[in-house]
């Protein structure tokens, strides 16, 4: 089976901009959950869904939004972007909302300048 | 609040010996637990979990243990390999709490070098 992928894997953006963000789960899975790695906060929880519904949202701020569709896949947006959202964006699916096991994506490096 | 703490960020041990990387959380809701190892610039990959059932899960050179009532859990590497040389991430979700479901909290992770 495919791992989870992300595109795209680097991404350089200036402050004020919007990005994008892509997430493939493995195939079968039905939850996608995002997650956000910075040095100083380290993994911290943005959200997750499951059944093209948003299940729950970590404490970020109204401006970090996602969806999913209904083949599964996931996309999350930041919008006016700021120079603290650098940060590596992880992706990670399971099988079903709250199953347990979630695997990861390798990420989309995120700068903002 | 950080309710998942690893306190040694870092590890270093021999070749062939035991690596034992600890957590310890505070959140009494949280009922499954899981280990990742991560290299940079990937993703984290998953290693072994635990439900709070439990108190011990093996996986071939990796063993779980999980000790409810102190809340702390280790992971216990065996023999250990320049190969397990990465950042170790303990997690722990809340399954059964509804505004928890798919929700990871992580703990700032432990640096390991194992020396050849």
């Known amino acids: 089976k495919a791992g989870v992928t992300q595109t795209p894997r680097y991404l350089i953006k200036t402050r004020g901009q919007q990005v994008t963000l892509s997430c493939s789960p493995i195939s079968g899975h039905r939850s996608v959950s995002w997650y956000q790695q910075t040095p100083g906060q380290g993994l911290q929880f943005l959200f997750e869904?499951?059944?093209?519904?948003?299940?729950n949202k970590g404490n970020f701020p109204g401006r970090f939004s996602g969806r999913q569709f209904s083949n599964s896949r996931s996309e999350m947006n930041v919008s006016t972007l700021e120079l603290g959202d650098s940060a590596l964006y992880l992706c990670?699916?399971?099988?079903?909302?709250?199953?347990?096991?979630?695997?990861f994506g390798p990420g989309t490096r995120l700068t903002v300048t | 609040d950080q309710q998942v703490k690893q306190n040694s960020p870092s590890l270093s041990v021999q070749e062939g010996r035991i690596s034992i990387l600890n957590c310890d959380y505070t959140n009494s809701m949280f009922d499954y637990f899981l280990w990742y190892k991560k290299y940079p610039a990937e993703g984290p990959t998953f290693l072994i979990s635990?439900?709070?059932?439990?108190d011990k899960n093996e996986d071939g050179r990796f063993t779980v243990f999980l000790n409810k009532s102190a809340k702390h859990l280790s992971l216990h590497i065996v023999p250990s390999q320049p190969g397990d040389s990465a950042v170790y991430f303990c997690a722990a979700s809340a399954r059964r709490g509804s505004s928890n479901t798919g929700k990871l909290i992580f703990g700032q992770g432990t640096t390991l070098q194992v020396k050849p």
């Open positions: 990670a699916s399971s099988w079903a909302s709250g199953s347990g096991e979630q695997y």
């Open positions: 869904y499951f059944s093209e519904t948003q299940r």
């Open positions: 635990i439900s709070s059932i439990k």
